[in-house]
């Protein structure tokens, strides 16, 4: 059954190929409401796909949001395990639009890499699991039973997911999760992700004047508010790069002898990192190298600034306000809700008087550290041993996927946290891109994850 799946999974690569670029096609950005059709149009996608596999009880079920597609084979029987298989079928906006090379939902093959919105993070990934079951099925049954968890707004926060998964525990129940939302650290290194940082979300709005100023009748009299917003933010961090937020390192675990070792021994040193980002020299803090301050560190970044006159030539303004978007990424122990109190608390005592502030926090998820003893990451790394001929690298990512923690805190369940993009996917910019080599053997190494479960 397994040579014969595997066999099937090659000689079909070519279609996967083209289901792949067909919904690469739909727009299905879940921040905008003017693409809530596509959404609708891309969760029918997925629930063909899953039909088209013989899943069974396949429905697009309703959220407060976008909606969730399910699907299910449970034909292993009840001493099999259950894996939950997550995705999501929603993608990032593409700004800046004229920055892509293609247009962002046209997919196009370039030498080894599909360009497209989505094709990295993660239609591709969704398509990889999607096309491993399938080339199973084609050659026999499932050898372990399979629900799908595919939601439409992992790109926001998850924002619905909880509530989803809270209210059908038992349509959901499982041993384990498969989520593949993350990556391998390079075509020829393979890794399982252990570790996620949480997220904290905000934005802050400065106030100054009741309306813009002319900068030559006023300046020099008036605090603009977008110099109040930089010198707030150029505070958040001291010269050595630590976060200034009071009490933000408080509930931080610190990493053991072991964990040093750990990261150290990962293939990733600053010059990869100078060659990915495209920076003249790395910057944070100095007593932690770059992998630990990824994968180990909590962060606060400005994500977006906005005030005044931004178009071309010249306007002599003093603006009324300035507004920064700002995201802290969290380590196991801290909170969002932590968060919120440490950041309203900096601003309340550095904000000067001749400016007010407001703070929206908009969303957040906490972190998670996985168990390598799950039998799935047991699994997982023996079929990447096989596909990669190397055993994997185990790794702490740096960004968050809230649905680990929503397991985690309702089901009681671990992930298997894979995927087969790569660290130059460029997921989230302009030109994101799909590694085609290496997602045709994620295809391979999921098909042998499922055998090894048995």
């Not at 972190?367 to 990451?377: E, Q, T």
């Not at 460029?426 to 799909?434: G, I, Q, V, Y």
């Amino acid at each position: 059954m397994l040579n014969q799946a595997l066999e099937y999974a090659k000689e079909n690569q070519e279609r996967f190929l083209t289901e792949l670029k067909e919904v690469l096609t739909i727009p299905s950005i879940s921040t905008d409401p003017d693409h809530k059709a596509d959404m609708q149009h891309a969760a029918e996608w997925m629930s063909a796909q899953l039909k088209s596999i013989n899943m069974s009880n396949v429905q697009i079920m309703p959220t407060g949001g976008h909606p969730v597609v399910y699907g299910e084979w449970l034909g292993a029987g009840k001493t099999s395990p259950t894996v939950l298989i997550y995705g999501h079928y929603d993608v990032q906006p593409v700004d800046p639009l004229e920055l892509w090379t293609n247009p962002p939902f046209e997919p196009a093959v370039i030498g080894d890499n599909l360009f497209a919105r989505g094709s990295a993070d993660m239609k591709g990934q969704v398509l990889a699991s999607l096309k491993a079951v399938e080339s199973i099925m084609k050659n026999g049954d499932m050898p372990v039973n399979i629900k799908w968890l595919i939601e439409g707004e992992e790109e926001i926060g998850s924002e619905h997911l909880d509530d989803f998964i809270k209210n059908h525990k038992e349509l959901l129940a499982c041993n384990f999760c498969l989520n593949t939302d993350a990556g391998i650290l390079a075509s020829d290194e393979p890794s399982i992700t252990t570790g996620l940082r949480g997220l904290a979300y905000f934005e802050l709005r400065v106030y100054g004047p009741s309306k813009d100023l002319h900068s030559g009748l006023f300046g020099g009299t008036v605090h603009n508010p977008a110099q109040a917003l930089a010198e707030l933010i150029a505070g958040m961090h001291d010269k050595n790069g630590k976060i200034t937020l009071p009490g933000f390192y408080k509930k931080v675990r610190k990493l053991s002898k072991k964990e040093h070792k750990d990261f150290a021994r990962l293939p990733l040193n600053n010059k990869l990192y100078l060659e990915q980002t495209g920076v003249p020299a790395l910057w944070g803090e100095r007593k932690f190298t770059p992998p630990e301050r990824l994968g180990a560190r909590p962060t606060l970044e400005i994500n977006g600034l906005l005030s005044g006159f931004t178009g071309p030539g010249s306007k002599t303004v003093l603006p009324a306000w300035a507004m920064a978007k700002i995201s802290c990424r969290l380590v196991p122990d801290q909170t969002p809700e932590q968060t919120i109190k440490q950041l309203k608390k900096y601003l309340k005592e550095k904000a000067p008087k001749d400016i007010t502030w407001e703070l929206e926090y908009l969303h957040g998820a906490g972190a998670a550290l996985v168990s390598r003893d799950n039998i799935g990451i047991k699994a997982m790394a023996k079929s990447m041993e096989t596909v990669w001929g190397k055993k994997p690298y185990f790794l702490r990512e740096g960004g968050s996927i809230g649905v680990v923690v929503q397991l985690q805190k309702r089901l009681g369940v671990d992930s298997v946290l894979s995927g087969f993009a790569l660290p130059d996917c460029d997921a989230h910019s302009p030109n994101e891109k799909l590694h085609l080599p290496t997602w045709h053997k994620g295809i391979d190494a999921l098909i042998h994850f499922f055998y090894n479960l048995k």
